[in-house]
């Protein structure tokens, strides 16, 4: 079986952050992802209750290594100073059609 | 890019547990969640078929180390006599701002 | 804590495959899941867009490492083939009944 090591990237904000997202992830060349919608509270650590309630969403994105350190580079810069949210990353093994 | 090592908690539970959840979280200190429903069918072991078909919820929390593993002993101690329950950990690096 | 070394699978794919994907489940003797709708993009590597904008569901399986191989074996073979779908496996402790 051939799996392929990967990061999954997982971004938890607020819904009105999903077009920006949208975009960045079309700029820097993120093509697959899911979004749905959760419900949650969270904190940026300083900032308790920056996250509402209810209107969020959450966005996972598999991404080779590299893309997935530009993704939140650009995320650090551009996102953590305009919109309250969570971002954190993981190792995935990604399967492989086997004629690969 | 700074990241921070974190434990990710997964729970799969029946949604009539979710109240007494948000208050287990609310005691131990846990201030960042994500919720939303989920179809499923799982087992505890012992048990094939406690969590039914529909109703349940999926609820993940980002915490640091110390924090996940309290809120892990509380659920098995307090949780899995009385609720049907799923409960796994994973390690995610959350990214900071970069002030930090 | 009692934990346990387990693989999660993570399916995501078109809604049209959910049936074959439950069938697949239990011949291989998967009893635990958890199922929701994602809005998503994706492609397969070599062919962008595959997966389509809407009508996508993300599945999460927690099986024994054994299990999860022979399920992602058999995704690989039948599913692959037929489907537009990802699939990825990450390590999780699964949380464990004290008694045992």
């Known amino acids: ?5 990967m990061k999954l990237v997982t971004i938890i904000c607020e819904a009105l952050a999903r077009e920006h997202l949208l975009a960045l992830f079309a700029e820097v060349g993120v093509h697959g992802y899911t979004l749905f919608p959760v419900e949650g509270a969270g904190s ?12 969020n969403i959450q966005v996972e ?5 590299a893309l997935a350190t530009v993704l939140m580079e ?5 996102f953590f100073p ?4 969570i971002v954190y ?4 093994r990604v ?4 004629k690969f």
Chains 1, 2, 3 share one sequence.
């Open 61 to 65: 994105v598999v991404a080779a290594p």
């Open 74 to 78: 650009r995320l650090q810069a551009e």
């Open 82 to 85: 305009r919109f309250a949210l």
């Open 44 to 55: 940026q650590g300083r900032r308790p209750g920056d996250i509402a309630e209810f209107g």
């Open 89 to 92: 990353e993981s190792d995935v």
């Open 95 to 98: 399967l492989r059609p086997s």
């Open 1 to 5: 079986m051939k799996t392929h090591p």
